[in-house]
């Protein structure tokens, strides 16, 4: 059974910067897609950025292109997501999600398997 372990959050003023790692275990991982979602308070689950398990395409929200990077270190069964220039409205619990062979999806159903989150909190 497939498990992730989110890390990495906190409490950043706006401006800072945050390293979220997920930590993956219980099947291979390098044939998972992994992608990284946040939910704000009061609001729906989003998709924040993803990379996939074969040719490591990458995808991003509008919201967070050119300030946020993805990547996964296959050898470490964990895939990063690097914050910068942190926003107020970037606050929410992050999560990663795994989907095995997954294609480029930001659909929440689509991912199988979820970690338990780890909260940013973006002061201003």
């Known amino acids: 059974q497939v498990q992730l372990a989110e890390s990495g959050g906190g409490l950043v003023q706006a401006g800072g910067s945050l390293r979220l790692s997920c930590a993956f275990s219980?099947?291979?991982?390098?044939?998972?897609?992994m992608a990284w979602f946040r939910q704000a308070p009061g609001k729906e689950r989003e998709f924040v950025s993803l990379i996939t398990w074969n040719v490591r395409n990458i995808y991003y929200a509008d919201s967070v292109k050119g300030r946020f990077t993805i990547s996964r270190d296959d050898a470490k069964n964990t895939v990063y997501l690097q914050m910068d220039s942190l926003k107020p409205e970037d606050t929410a619990v992050y999560y990663c999600?795994?989907?095995?062979?997954?294609?480029?999806?930001?659909?929440?159903?689509?991912?199988?398997?979820w970690g338990q989150g780890t909260l940013v909190n973006v002061s201003s």
């Open positions: 219980g099947n291979t991982f390098s044939d998972h897609t």
């Open positions: 999600g795994a989907r095995r062979y997954g294609g480029r999806t930001y659909t929440e159903t689509m991912y199988n398997y």
